[in-house]
């Protein structure tokens, strides 16, 4: 099969078929693109492109992105962008070898995710229910809020929620997760009162929308943008907000802290890694095992805040 006879198409071929056969995230296709977007001018100004660059070029290509100063993390995830196309073309037969196949690349420095206590939740929680101008946005800021931390879903699953899956009073919703996974997360008794409580308000705004002409939205938690639910950007900045209102630091809280604050709290109290990655819906365990490690540090962390002889070794220092 031909190659394409531009860059623009080669990567247009390739997000196209990301998206068709894996169900890629939109997030993940922007940053594929803009990666070999930025490749492909670097190519560019050399007189190569896709179709004829060799290992040399791409490995030039990465120590340039070194030498901008750009992050370990950044240069990772660009050499795996490169190294997905050129599998995508050799697959597909646009070249007869794959360049980057034997590349290595700078790697990733494993952080350990940020997570919150018990108290820091319970103030997030607290603040929801006082944080919002109107009583039907304290409800809702609620129901986000005990669903994330209930589910530990990622935001994006939680905002494009549809209204069906939360019909019934539900022990139990349906995700549409990534790569269009579906699994089952349980709700915990507070989770399922907001969200009744929620379902209530936001079905007697939505008869008063349509009652003025709009069209009934499909969403647990519709807005009126394009989108046509609340978007993850306004739930960053919500929850920024609630850390403010709870006296929790601003800086340790995102929605994607609530998931890691679900995951490590379900481990300390006795469940399975298994279970963990069942609902936090990773495709592998080893990911999940990251609250291992979580978990161990924060445990050193409270035998030094409060075992007396770690007090005793600092006094005597």
Known sequence: M?????????????????????????????????????F????????????????DLIEAYLIDCDAQGLAQST??????????????????GWRDTNPAIQIKGPGRKKRLPKTLDVPEVDRLLQAARQTGRTKADRVRNTCLMEVLYATGMRVTELVSLPVSSARGDPRMLLVL???????????????????????????ENEDQLVADGCQRSKFLFPSR???????????????KELAVQGGVSPEKVTPHTLRHA??????????????????????????????????????????????PLAKDSEDKG
């Open 262 to 307: 679900f995951a490590t709290h379900l481990l300390a109290n006795g469940a399975d890694l298994r279970s963990i990655q069942t609902l936090l819906g990773h495709a592998d365990v080893a990911t999940t095992e990251i609250y291992t490690h979580v978990l161990d540090e924060r445990l050193a962390e409270l035998v030094l805040e409060h075992h």
């Open 2 to 38: 031909a190659s394409p006879s531009t860059s623009d198409s080669w990567i247009s071929t390739f997000l196209q078929a990301q998206a068709a056969e894996l169900g890629a995230a939109n997030n993940t296709l922007l940053a594929y693109g803009r990666d070999l977007k930025d």
């Open 177 to 203: 997760g990534k790569g269009g996974k579906e699994r089952m997360v349980p709700l915990s008794p507070p989770a399922r009162d907001a969200l009744a409580a929620w379902l209530v308000m936001r079905d």
């Open 225 to 239: 943008g394009k989108s046509g639910h609340l978007t993850r950007h306004m739930f960053f900045l919500l929850v």
């Open 40 to 55: 492909a001018a670097w190519l560019g100004a050399r007189k190569a492109g896709f179709s004829n660059a060799e290992r």
């Open 75 to 92: 240069r990772a995830r660009r050499l795996s962008a490169i190294k997905q196309i050129y599998r995508f073309a050799f697959e597909e």
